[in-house]
């Protein structure tokens, strides 16, 4: 059973900056992406990010370009969301999910999810 971890959520002023970690331990697939999504009260689930295993491309959405980096550490299992100059609007919970398919920034495809992370940006 495929179990992802997302940790790092907290509380920051606008301005600040957090780290997400995504831990994805044991994946038994050799090619996978690994999205972030994020979904704030009474709005959809939003993909925000992806990495690709094997060769390591991104795809980042508009809202978060610039601001936001995905990186991955494949000795560690772990994949990480890098975000800087955070906003009020990026407040919500945070989830990882994996998928064995080239990028995706839709959530419907996705079978594995972490349990989210939350994140709230005061202003």
């Known amino acids: 059973d495929v179990q992802l971890q997302a940790s790092g959520g907290g509380l920051v002023q606008a301005g600040g900056s957090l780290r997400l970690s995504c831990s994805t331990p044991?994946?038994?697939?050799?090619?996978?992406?690994t999205a972030w999504f994020r979904q704030a009260p009474g709005k959809e689930r939003e993909g925000i990010s992806c990495?690709?295993?094997?060769?390591?491309?991104?795809q980042y959405a508009d809202s978060v370009k610039g601001r936001f980096t995905i990186s991955s550490d494949n000795a560690k299992n772990t994949v990480y969301l890098q975000m800087n100059n955070l906003k009020p609007d990026d407040t919500a919970v945070y989830y990882c999910?994996?998928?064995?398919?080239?990028?995706?920034?839709?959530?419907?495809?996705?079978?594995?999810w972490g349990q989210g992370t939350q994140v709230t940006v005061s202003s």
């Open positions: 990495i690709e295993s094997n060769t390591g491309s991104t």
């Open positions: 044991g994946l038994p697939f050799e090619v996978y992406s």
């Open positions: 999910a994996t998928i064995v398919s080239p990028c995706l920034l839709v959530p419907t495809p996705y079978d594995f």
